[in-house]
């Protein structure tokens, strides 16, 4: 593909869309910052496609980005998006991601361009008719009851390869009139990931020639297509017992018809081809937004409760469900679309400039690739105000608009079966939801994982029948052959449990956290720490359940504060992961200013007399600067001296830390630390001390002095930051070791100074942990006997480091990304 900037202009006028305005027009549209020489935005794509693409639209309607030697142009505005779609659908057909199907799969409606698709799709439209609709809906609600008939009670789904099954299921009955094996099943699932990512890869290749090549990423993507093509095979060969095809089914019309260019009828490659468009894009975005639909319920029971409500309203149990009656269930329609909004399944779809046209005020050259995100395009707070909350009553008042609500596409390239789908999601969630209860088992949640769709991982849930009692979250699954048990800890090596007892629990008040956690969504936003769409991956990792976990009585304004403060400094830490990490100048230059904001209001000031940040045009780092003017008033507001500038103290040798590292990094002494200098190091830098005084904020009074001039307890606040760090230091392992800067990990510590195993560095410090624990318990203990009015502070020391073991174990903060693997 030529460059955009060197792209030959060719002698065709300029197409544009009927009612675009006369504006001035640019030769290309900006060019987003970030390029990295060779790769250019590769990497960064690669790394965080939804964030990385979401960014872009601050710069503009078009942005360019470099993909390697390729230039795209990723198109942000919704309008434009539509005129692309719509007026400029004939001068800009599909592009290279979907064309690397086209070798694989043939010329099939989801290929074809021009006569050849118009031609398909009336072929194929009557199979998608309103006079089919009653009968497909038929088939989704009996293969539906089937399937949820064969769970049992205290089972435990892994969901995303349940909807899997259930969504072919659907189409392979539905629109075939064919039963799939289990093998057969099994064995498309399998292969569908490996075609997904070969299909991305291929498509960045610099030049077609290198999808020849025996590369593994090659024949992986081979065989995908080999095992698809073998499962459609058995959906649509008539033989046997089908030899009888049923009028009406996908390839009885396909059979039937002939072809309009040629007056032949149309070959078996050409069936097959049109099956596997179906099975492809009628399974995996349907069975993932089923996924996300059951998620989203299990956060927010109190749509659930009313979508069931409209359910025993219009669709009462026991009845097969018609079209008429789907029309009349308004708020489950709205959850639906606000599933498919927050979790659009395209990430990224293509076209290119067959000939130079116009788009916005950019003239865009002949040769052109356009790159458009569904999913940057839903979460645009522009439209969507508060766009990563779930809010189905949105679509009460009609939503955004039609062209900015494009999930199935528009124009002459939109989803055909769009009806189908629709009634797919609403049907089987019906059945599932009147049957069963789903419970999350304790620990998982979906997460986003994408390709060329927005997957969802993750997610297990425990099954209870409809009317039953919940079973608690850390009921254990039965030991029934063929039930799947929850996922490990995703730790090298878990730490010792503790007792029962000593387990904190969220169930009374995971509302409270949930709307604390939309709280602090909105600080975050609107501080401008992160954009919108960095939300999404930052939201995972559910820092409000560690406030939950750790502060368990906590409420109001200071459970807000506990969430902001946390949420800062996972911000702030996360920014020293780049550059200002190894560059000790940059990160002074970060952190004196903060250190500032504690002596100008800490020990002697109130935080009420706190001169206020005004300057009207922020610099760069700026906004963290002002977030932690807010945070520190918000703390030492009406707090006495004394912990004012203890406070201020610990804070400071907390941030501190930070140049502190990029000074060992950049002189290169990380290898060389010993363990007693590492831990003293990092002992403040997980900022325990600063969430320990925030114990007396919470209670309402200090501490007694009495206590805290006790030897014991600065030795049990040294023990319970350092159980703290040696337990991030265990889930973070695997991140850490992936990261190419030097990192202060205690595992790779004593990897290097005893010169021992992974395994064996892993047990040593998860037996530390259970030294520093029992030591605390002695040391706790002595203290209560000897300041009794100090329990509460004492109780608190305990429950923080509980908090941040069950939050550590469960969090997606941690998670390593698969890559593709070419």
């Not at 979508?307 to 789907?326: F, I, R």
């Not at 977030?627 to 610990?650: K, N, Y």
């Not at 950049?666 to 969430?691: I, K």
Request: proline share 9%; charged share 25%; aromatic share 6%.
């Amino acid at each position: 593909m030529t460059l955009l900037t060197e792209t030959r202009q060719r002698d065709v006028p300029p197409r544009t869309a009927p009612t675009a305005p006369r504006t001035t027009r640019t030769s290309v549209p900006p060019l987003a910052p970030g390029a990295v020489p060779g790769l250019g935005h590769a990497a960064a794509l690669l790394r965080d496609p939804l964030g990385f693409l979401g960014s872009l639209s601050r710069h503009g309607g078009v942005v360019r980005i470099r993909l390697g030697p390729r230039t795209v142009c990723v198109v942000t505005d919704a309008p434009l998006v539509h005129t692309l779609l719509v007026a400029l659908a004939y001068d800009c057909p599909r592009g290279a991601v979907q064309d690397t199907l086209k070798t694989a799969f043939g010329d099939g409606l989801l290929m074809s361009e021009g006569q050849a698709h118009r031609d398909r799709r009336r072929i194929i439209q009557p199979a998608f008719g309103p006079d089919r609709m009653a009968e497909y809906v038929a088939v989704m609600h009996q293969v539906t009851e089937e399937r949820a008939g064969r769970w049992h009670p205290e089972q435990v789904l892994d969901v995303a390869k349940e909807m899997n099954h259930l969504a072919l299921e659907i189409v392979t009955r539905s629109l075939f009139d064919a039963r799939l094996s289990e093998d057969a099943t099994l064995a498309f699932h399998q292969a569908l990931p490996d075609m997904v990512k070969g299909q991305i890869v291929q498509s960045l290749y610099p030049h077609p020639a290198l999808a020849r090549l025996p590369l593994p990423v090659n024949r992986r993507f081979d065989a995908a297509v080999r095992v698809l093509n073998q499962v459609v095979d058995q959906a649509v060969r008539p033989t046997g017992a089908r030899s009888a095809e049923r009028g009406g089914t996908l390839p009885a019309l396909l059979r039937a018809a002939t072809d309009p260019g040629t007056g032949r009828p149309l070959t078996e490659a050409d069936v097959r081809s049109e099956a596997i468009t179906m099975f492809g894009a009628g399974t995996e975005t349907v069975s993932t937004t089923l996924t996300w639909l059951l998620d989203e319920l299990l956060r927010h029971p109190e749509v659930e409760a009313r979508l069931l409500a409209e359910l025993d309203e219009h669709l009462p149990a026991g009845t097969v469900p018609t079209p008429e009656a789907l029309a009349k269930l308004t708020y489950t329609r709205s959850v639906t679309q606000e599933v498919v909004r927050l979790h659009a399944p395209n990430a990224f779809l293509m076209r290119t400039a067959q000939v130079p046209v116009d788009l916005g005020p950019y003239r865009i050259p002949a040769g052109t690739e356009l790159l458009y995100s569904l999913t940057a395009l839903h979460r645009d707070p522009d439209r969507y105000p508060d766009p990563l909350r779930f809010r189905p009553e949105r679509w009460q008042s009609g939503g955004a608009g039609r062209h900015s609500f494009l999930p199935f596409g528009a124009g002459k390239h939109k989803c055909i079966g769009e009806a189908f789908a629709w009634a797919e999601l609403t049907v089987a969630a019906a059945a599932i939801l009147r049957r069963w209860r789903p419970v999350a088992v304790s620990g998982t949640r979906a997460r986003e994982v994408v390709w060329t769709t927005v997957q969802a991982h993750g997610l297990r849930v425990r099954l209870t029948p409809r009317g039953a009692r919940v079973p608690r979250p850390d009921t254990p699954p039965d030991d029934r052959v063929g039930v799947e048990a929850p996922p490990a800890a995703r730790c090298p090596v878990s730490i010792p449990a503790r007792a029962p007892a000593a387990q904190p629990q969220l169930p009374h008040r995971s509302g409270e956290l949930r709307t604390a956690a939309a709280r602090h969504a909105a600080w975050v936003v609107g501080r401008n720490l992160l954009t919108p769409p960095e939300m999404t991956r930052y939201g995972a990792y559910a820092l409000h359940e560690l406030i939950g976990h750790a502060f368990p009585r906590t409420h109001g304004a200071n459970l807000d504060l506990l969430v902001d403060m946390l949420g800062w400094f996972t911000i702030l830490d996360d920014r020293f992961d780049g550059p200002p990490g190894r560059r000790p100048a940059e990160a002074r230059a970060v952190v004196d200013p903060l250190i500032d904001v504690l002596h100008r209001t800490g020990a002697d000031r109130t935080a009420a007399s706190a001169p206020v940040l005004s300057d009207p045009a922020p610099r760069s780092g700026d906004h963290l600067l002002r977030a932690w003017h807010d945070l520190w008033s918000r703390q030492a507001q009406g707090m006495s001296p004394s912990w004012r500038a203890r406070a201020a103290r610990e804070w400071q040798a907390c941030l501190e830390t930070f140049p502190a590292e990029a000074e060992h990094r950049a002189r290169g002494t990380v290898p060389v630390l010993g363990l007693p200098e590492t831990m003293r190091l990092r002992r403040h830098g997980s900022c325990l001390y600063p969430f320990m005084n925030i114990l007396e904020r919470v209670h309402g009074a200090d501490a007694p002095a009495a206590l805290h001039a006790e030897p014991a307890l600065h030795r049990l606040r040294a023990n319970t930051a350092d159980a703290a760090t040696l337990i991030n230091d265990l889930y973070s392992l695997e991140r850490e070791e992936r990261q190419s800067a030097a990192a202060f990990n205690t595992v790779l510590t004593l990897q290097r100074i005893r010169g021992c195993t992974r395994s064996r560095a892993v047990g040593a410090v998860r037996a530390r942990v259970a030294r520093l624990r029992r030591e605390n318990d002695a040391l706790r203990s002595d203290l209560r006997r000897r300041h009794p009015a100090g329990r509460w502070y004492l109780d608190g020391t305990r429950e923080l480091i509980e908090g941040v073991q069950a939050w550590t174990s469960t969090s997606d903060r941690y998670l390593v990304a698969d890559g593709p693997r070419p």
